[in-house]
């Protein structure tokens, strides 16, 4: 076993285990952690098949752009846990039921590239055209061509989760004050100080408790 194939096994072990924590860790923030930990070794993976822009993508755009996002909504939406939880046993049956017939169309499909095939012929010229190949060319090549409208699909896509999450940060909470943008710029300066005159008052006069009938008598036996 050649040192490739040991970096893709090593590889390929954390992204088992970043993705095993992602659906069993406690906390949200924690699971959207581990996920950021399979990207990136998914994107370890894409280096090794020499499909360096995918990484370079994956790395940016997942990891830079939306999980970071997903953290800001996640940690703004100061979900319930607890709530959360107590139906997880009700759905369970069928969410692994789904998950068992994702994992065996997969394994379908997957299977069939492990059999063993014969060497290519001119592997030579083969190589000698890789040094020459640039797979971000191509890939905008095929991208605004045959795929433009995916691409457009995708984008728009995008910019709706954006204005989600901006709608989502700008909901009215009725445990925060807020004040309106434009409210704020009409205001004038007469509006922010108030002058009032307030009458003079005199000093608080020392209070005589009044005498009680039993003091009283008590002077005048003396006398």
Do not use: C
Not at 20 to 30: E, G, K, L, M
Not at 61 to 72: D, E, I, K, P, R
Not at 196 to 221: D, G, I, L, N, Y
Request: proline residues 4%.
């Amino acid at each position: 076993m050649d040192v490739k194939a040991g970096l893709f096994y090593v590889f390929s072990a954390l992204l088992l285990f970043a993705a095993f924590r992602v659906i069993t860790a406690r906390n949200p923030v924690h699971a959207a952690l581990y996920l950021v930990l399979a990207f990136f070794q998914a994107a370890m993976i894409w280096m090794l098949l020499k499909a360096e822009f995918l990484a370079i993508a994956l790395v940016l755009v997942y990891v830079g752009a939306v999980m970071v996002l997903f953290l800001f909504v996640v940690m703004m939406l100061d979900i319930n846990i607890d709530s959360v939880r107590q139906g997880f046993w009700r759905h369970f049956p069928l969410a692994g039921s789904i998950g068992a017939l994702v994992a065996l169309e997969m394994a379908a499909v997957l299977m069939g590239g492990f059999r063993p095939i014969g060497e290519p012929k001119n592997s030579g010229s083969l190589e000698t055209m890789a040094g020459q190949f640039s797979n971000t060319r191509e890939l905008g090549k095929l991208l605004y061509s045959e795929y433009v409208f995916p691409v457009q699909i995708a984008a728009v896509i995008l910019l709706v989760a954006i204005i989600a999450a901006i709608a989502l940060t700008l909901r009215g909470r009725k445990d925060s004050k807020h004040i309106g943008a434009n409210e704020q710029i009409r205001v004038k300066a007469g509006d922010r100080l108030t002058m009032v005159k307030v009458a003079a008052t005199q000093p608080a006069q020392p209070r005589v408790e009044a005498a009680t009938p039993v003091a009283t008598a008590e002077v005048e036996k003396k006398a």
